[in-house]
């Protein structure tokens, strides 16, 4: 199977930044498109951010939309979220996700065959 690891989480003040990756392994990775979705603590999963497997489209979610990111390097089996402006909301776990639909870019998380493990994301007042 596809194995997904995000890295890059941690620790920022709102306002700030933060960029988190996830990075893929096997050949098929151009051929996902990827997404990001997040959990909150006492809330439930929801989408973040997906891009086609050549980057030609993206989608966003409207409370991150103009401040997040998504893109990708299929040449380093990575896809990245760009997270600026940064939220005490956006406070979460970060997950990524593989889709086996490479032109879409859908925001349901029951499209997504592969997840990574997760990485935290915190942001302070």
């Known amino acids: 199977q596809v194995q997904l690891v995000e890295s890059g989480g941690g620790l920022v003040q709102a306002g700030g930044s933060l960029r988190v990756s996830c990075v893929a392994s096997?050949?098929?990775?151009?051929?996902?498109?990827m997404g990001w979705f997040r959990r909150a603590p006492g809330k439930e999963r929801e989408f973040v951010a997906a891009i086609t497997w050549g980057g030609e489209s993206t989608n966003y979610a409207d409370s991150v939309k103009g401040r997040f990111t998504i893109s990708r390097d299929n040449a380093k089996n990575t896809v990245y979220l760009q997270m600026n402006t940064l939220k005490p909301e956006d406070t979460a776990v970060y997950y990524c996700?593989?889709?086996?639909?490479?032109?879409?870019?859908?925001?349901?998380?029951?499209?997504?065959?592969?997840w990574g493990q997760g990485t935290q994301v915190t942001v302070s007042s």
């Open positions: 096997g050949r098929a990775f151009s051929s996902y498109a």
């Open positions: 996700a593989a889709n086996p639909s490479s032109w879409a870019v859908s925001g349901n998380s029951r499209l997504y065959y592969y």
